[in-house]
């Protein structure tokens, strides 16, 4: 009587086999899509900051600590709020450290395009800011498996101004 070997116990390498072919495959495309899923947050923290940007310029004016107003504009450095300070405040607090290259725009849609402040808008005016972050900034691989140069995020919003009215400072009197 002839004794055969259990089927199994002939195919037991193959299996190592497949995984050692099939093992680069599954990790390059688990980097891809931990690569995407970088890009698609990066875009939204943008997007965020953008939008924390924008909700500082339909201001236009802030009342101040001592009851004055301060005006909001674009540059930094300029005033305290400030667009391009908000946005990068915004960056840094949700954890892009690296702001090198980073670019922020402020324009006008509508009304007096040639405007460069949001103090300067009128109520309803329409405006954007868009923000550009390097990729080489916030990338986690240095594998290239989508190499995009730069990420972009653009809010459009309105101006919030208060139309201009004026007051009567004398106190009303009462005769009796």
Not at 9 to 32: D, H, I, N, W, Y
Request: glycine share 8%; hydrophobic share 40%; aromatic share 8%.
């Amino acid at each position: 009587m002839r004794i055969c070997p259990k089927r199994g116990s002939q195919r037991s390498g193959v299996a190592a086999v497949e995984l050692a072919f099939l093992m680069p495959l599954l990790l390059l495309l688990l980097v891809g899509v931990w690569e995407v899923g970088r890009i698609i947050h990066v875009q939204t923290l943008m997007a965020n900051a953008a939008r924390d940007g924008a909700r500082i310029a339909a201001q236009a004016r802030t009342v101040n600590m001592i009851g004055s107003y301060t005006e909001i504009r674009f540059a930094s450095g300029t005033s305290t709020p400030n667009i391009e300070d908000t946005v990068r405040a915004y960056l840094a607090g949700s954890g892009i450290t690296d702001l090198t290259g980073v670019t922020v725009t402020f324009q006008f849609l509508d009304g007096d395009t040639t405007l460069t402040d949001p103090y300067q808008g009128v109520k309803n005016q329409q405006f954007r800011i868009v923000v550009t972050v390097p990729y080489e900034n916030v990338r986690w691989t240095t594998l290239s498996i989508l190499n995009p140069t730069t990420l972009t995020a653009e809010v459009r919003w309105s101006c919030l101004v208060d139309d201009p009215f004026t007051m009567n400072t004398e106190m009303p009197g009462w005769n009796p």
